[in-house]
C-alpha cells in the first residue's frame, strides 16, 4: 500500500513539475500570479506586482580588475550571464532544515543524519546540488516525516479531504512551500490526489500527510 502511494505521490510531482515545463519559460524571469510565475495577484499581498524597491539594482556595482602575469586582465573575457539564467536550481541539503522549518514548522528528526544521500560537500567545499535517485526517495521520507508531525494534532486534518477542504489546503500549502501561487492545474492535480486517488487510505490524518509529502516532493519546493 506504502509503495503504490508513494507512486501516485511521485506521479504527482511529475505533472506538476511538466505543467511548469510547458509554459514560457520566460515566466521565470516574472514576477510571480495567480496562475504561476508570471502576473502580479492584485487580491493576495504576498505576491508582490514587483520587485521590492530595497532589492532592485538601480546601478552598475563596482567590480574588481585582476591582473595576470601577462598584463591581461582576467574580467576581460569574462561573459555577463543573462537575467534569470539561474532560477530554478536545485536547494542544496544545507538549506533543507530552514524550508521544512519554514513550511511546516519544524525539521524532520531524520534529516540531520541524511547528508549522505544528498552527496553533501565537505565542510568550506561548495558543490552544485544535483539530486539522484537515492536523494528523491530520501526527500519523500523526510517530506512523509515532517508531513506526519504536521498534520497530528490540527484540527483541520481530522476529517478526510472534501473539495472544499482539499483545495483550501491544496492552495495555501503549495503557495508557501513553492513561494508562488499554483496554477488552477496545480490545484486540481493535488486535489485530485487528495479526494480520488487517496480513498484507500482509511486514516485522514494519513490522507494529508500523503498530499503534504508530495507537495515537498515536487520539483516547485525543491528549486529556487
Known sequence: MKNHLCLVAALLAIAVGAAACGEDPSVLDRPNGPG??????????????????????????????????????????????????????????????????RVLGLVPASLAAAGSSFDEPPARWYAEAQHSGVSLNAIFDLSFEGCIAFTKTS??????????????????????????????????????????KLTAEPDARKRWTYVCSSILSSSQFLTF
Open 36 to 101: 504561476g510565475p508570471g502576473a502580479p495577484d492584485p487580491a493576495n499581498p504576498e505576491d508582490p506586482p514587483v520587485t521590492p524597491a530595497a532589492l532592485q539594482c538601480t546601478q552598475v556595482p563596482e567590480g574588481r580588475s585582476y591582473v595576470l602575469f601577462d598584463g591581461s586582465k582576467m574580467e576581460a573575457s569574462r561573459v555577463n550571464e543573462n537575467v534569470g539564467v539561474n532560477r530554478a536550481r536545485i536547494k542544496p541539503f544545507g538549506v533543507l532544515a530552514g524550508e521544512y522549518q
Open 155 to 196: 484540527a483541520d486534518y481530522a476529517a478526510a479531504p472534501t473539495a472544499a477542504t482539499a483545495t483550501s489546503v491544496c492552495t495555501s500549502l503549495m503557495r508557501k512551500a513553492w513561494s508562488h501561487s499554483p496554477s488552477p492545474d496545480e490545484i486540481t492535480a493535488c486535489t485530485t490526489l487528495a479526494i480520488t
